[in-house]
C-alpha cells in the first residue's frame, strides 16, 4: 500500500523559509516521477514542482518559483524534499505530494500524471 504524507507545513512571514517533506512507503521503488503541487482556496492545484525518482536527477519548477524553491529527494530515506526560500503571500495555499507510477503519456506537470497523493500541508504566508 503506497502511502504519501507531507509535512513542515506552517505560518511565516512575507521572504520567510519553509522545508516540506513526504514521507513515502509502500513501494516507492516503482515510482517514476514525484512531485509537488499546491491548491490556493477556490483556485486549481496547480505544479509547483517534479523531479525523477531513480535516475539522474533533474527538476522541474513552474516559473513563480524558480529560484526560490528547490525540490530534492533522498531515495535511502524514501523522502521528497521541497525547500522554499523568499516566501511570497501568494505562495500561500496547501502543498501535496504526489508519485507517478509512469512517465510519458501525460506531461509531468498535470495532475493525470500522479497515481498517489498526500494528504497536503498548509503553507500560509503572512504580508
Known amino acids: 500500500q503506497v502511502q504519501l504524507v507531507e509535512s513542515g507545513g506552517g505560518f511565516v512571514q512575507t521572504g520567510g523559509s519553509l522545508r516540506l517533506s513526504c514521507a513515502a512507503s509502500g513501494s516507492t521503488s516503482s515510482y517514476n516521477f514525484m512531485a509537488w503541487f499546491r491548491q490556493a482556496p477556490g483556485k486549481e492545484r496547480e505544479f509547483v514542482a517534479a523531479?525523477?525518482?531513480?535516475?539522474?536527477?533533474?527538476?522541474y519548477y513552474t516559473d513563480s518559483v524558480k529560484a526560490r524553491f528547490t525540490a530534492s529527494r533522498d531515495n535511502a530515506k524514501n523522502t521528497l524534499y521541497l525547500q522554499m526560500n523568499s516566501l511570497k503571500p501568494e505562495d500561500t495555499a496547501v502543498y501535496y505530494c504526489?508519485?507517478?507510477?509512469?512517465?510519458?503519456?501525460?506531461?509531468?506537470?498535470?495532475?493525470?500524471?500522479?497515481?498517489?497523493w498526500g494528504q497536503g500541508t498548509q503553507v500560509t504566508v503572512s504580508s
Open positions: 523531479l525523477r525518482w531513480k535516475s539522474v536527477l533533474t527538476t
Open positions: 504526489a508519485a507517478a507510477l509512469y512517465y510519458g503519456d501525460t506531461p509531468y506537470y498535470s495532475t493525470t500524471t500522479y497515481n498517489y
